[in-house]
């Protein structure tokens, strides 16, 4: 994984940011709070950029990937981290938040070093494919059944070095509908991951 590991982590963190500074850019601070869960939530205070964001790509020392990459409110979510140290996650929510861009939800507690095995690549060349489903599950976040519906990210976070990076994932509400909140895209010539 490592060798693709910063084409990925930096278009994960121009994801978060990129989608925080949308989201921002079209809030509205004033907007009332009305009867939209979405809206309601997007008007709390946030958490300022300095506490959640990272220096691009993310450290290489701390990865991770959710096992699936959207949960229902009440699900739960799972994570496969590989850490060289000690370390916390902190839940995040991309919002408006008074223009901060994200709010802290949850914190989850400290988790020893782990390896993983190394990530299996396609031999054939063909595909270029990189799968790290035989990473095991490092830890997981219950999602509370009042968990407003959108785009979070946990930041991994070294407890030695303060060293960081992303996991993106969607909650999401199924009894709920709306349109596409984003789409993900290919650029040409970059390999793909496949995180199962």
């Keep these: 994984m490592t060798r693709y590991r910063g084409t990925f982590a930096s278009f994960a963190h121009m994801s978060v ?14 907007a009332a709070c009305t009867t939209n869960p979405v809206t309601c939530e997007n008007a709390l205070p946030g958490t300022p950029v300095s506490q959640w964001s990272i220096t691009e790509p993310g450290d290489a020392s701390i990865l ?3 096992t699936d990459h959207s949960v229902n409110i009440g699900g739960t979510i799972r994570f496969k981290i590989q850490a060289a140290a000690a370390y916390h996650i902190d839940i995040y929510r991309v919002g408006w938040y008074q223009g901060n861009g994200a709010r802290k939800v949850a914190s989850l507690p400290t988790l020893p070093a782990r390896t993983q095995p190394a990530c299996l690549i396609d031999g054939s060349n063909t595909t270029g494919l990189v799968e790290c489903g035989n990473w ?14 959108g785009v979070y990210f946990a930041r991994l976070t070294r407890n030695d070095t303060g060293g960081a990076s992303y996991i993106l994932f969607n909650v999401r509400d199924d009894s709920s509908h709306s349109d596409i909140v984003y789409q993900t895209f290919q ?5 793909s991951l496949e995180f199962t």
């Design 17 to 30: 940011v990129t989608a925080a500074l949308w989201i921002a850019s079209t809030g509205s601070a004033s």
């Design 187 to 191: 650029h040409s010539g970059i390999r």
């Design 136 to 149: 095991s599950e490092a830890t997981s976040w219950a999602v509370p059944s009042t968990a407003v519906s």
């Design 64 to 66: 991770g990937f959710p």
